[in-house]
């Protein structure tokens, strides 16, 4: 989740409960250039592990020396290779769910990272580039033939990009026909999706992608229901606007308080004050914010307004 899938947000995410987390997708000609801007992506703190650094390329060779430049200087808890992502710019180098087109590549790139790291290799996946190649059992199987150590699922085809339902029984049929373990993805926007991906698919871990958006509360609300205890309470409005100070806090203490950080960070705001009263014009106030620092007195003005209104 390239943008949001930042050591802050990664670390509220593992304090309400996931258990794992996945750097955003860089590119292994980036990390092999020595590119900065690619090489800031896999940063991480310790309070992130477990934690996968993602690298994705349409070049065994680079991608083999990508994950031995991860594996060496960043020493993350396993490598994942991304053959998921649907977004132009990335498939018409055939990286990202491109190299689904051509299965002798997929296999030669994860034959070359297993060779190239001692870490656990995983891999993303669609359900094929398009209706035609729709083989996400064939696909699976030579990922796991290939060496990958644990395989994630996104059941809609690459042409489909986030179109139409997440087909949850393609999940199924690649857990029954897999040895290693197989994580759902696709169309859980509540902790009550998780369960039912679960339930569903037998799948042996559901990965929270879009549904976690200025929610990381969706974590330790599903973790309660799989473990059968009482529902979690949605985050009252003050609890949303504490965590996204703490988020905003975060961010800070790695990029600092400039104009470039509060402007990457107001998607953020916008998707913490959904539903909250007064959201939209509260919304509108917090996309023009300059500096990190207006956060904390635009809240406080909500708080005010909300209880001279009570």
């Known amino acids: 989740m390239a943008g949001v899938s930042e050591p802050p947000f990664r670390r509220l995410c593992r304090d309400f409960g996931a258990d ?4 955003e997708f860089l590119s292994s000609e980036g990390l092999r250039r020595g590119i900065s801007s690619v090489h800031d992506g896999a ?6 592990r477990p934690i996968g650094i993602q690298i994705y390329g349409a070049d065994p060779a680079a991608m083999a020396e990508a994950a031995r430049l991860v594996t060496e200087h960043y020493a993350p808890d396993f490598i994942d290779v991304n053959f998921g992502c649907p977004v132009k710019k990335v498939v018409k180098r055939n990286g990202g769910s491109g190299c689904l087109k ?3 590549l997929v296999r030669g790139i994860i034959r070359a990272v297993v060779r190239a790291t001692h870490l656990p290799v995983t891999v993303k996946v669609r359900s094929g580039w398009d209706e035609r190649s729709r083989e996400p059992v064939e696909i699976s199987l030579r990922c796991q033939d290939a060496g990958a150590r644990a395989l994630a699922l996104h059941p809609r085809t690459r042409a489909q990009l986030y179109t139409g339902p997440a087909q949850w029984d393609e999940i199924a049929a690649v857990k029954a026909a897999l040895d290693i373990p197989v994580i759902g993805n696709g169309d859980i926007r509540a902790a009550a999706d998780v369960v039912r991906m679960h ?5 042996d871990g559901v990965m929270i992608a879009r549904g976690s958006f200025g929610n990381p509360w969706i974590f330790q609300q599903a973790r309660a ?3 059968g205890e009482d529902a979690v309470a949605d985050p009252t409005p003050e609890e949303r606007l504490e965590v996204a100070l703490r988020h905003a806090e975060l961010q800070c203490a790695i990029q600092g308080d400039d104009r470039r950080t509060a402007v990457e960070f107001r998607k953020h705001l916008g998707w913490y004050v959904k539903g909250i009263p007064g959201a939209a014009s509260l919304r509108r106030e917090l ?6 620092s207006q956060i904390a007195e635009i809240f406080a003005l909500q708080r005010s307004a909300v209880f001279a209104a009570t």
């Open 199 to 203: 339930v569903h698919t037998g799948c």
């Open 102 to 104: 051509d299965m002798e």
């Open 225 to 227: 229901l799989l473990e």
């Open 43 to 48: 940063y991480f703190t310790a309070g992130e």
């Open 20 to 23: 794992v987390v996945v750097s």
């Open 287 to 292: 996309h023009g914010i300059d500096s990190m």
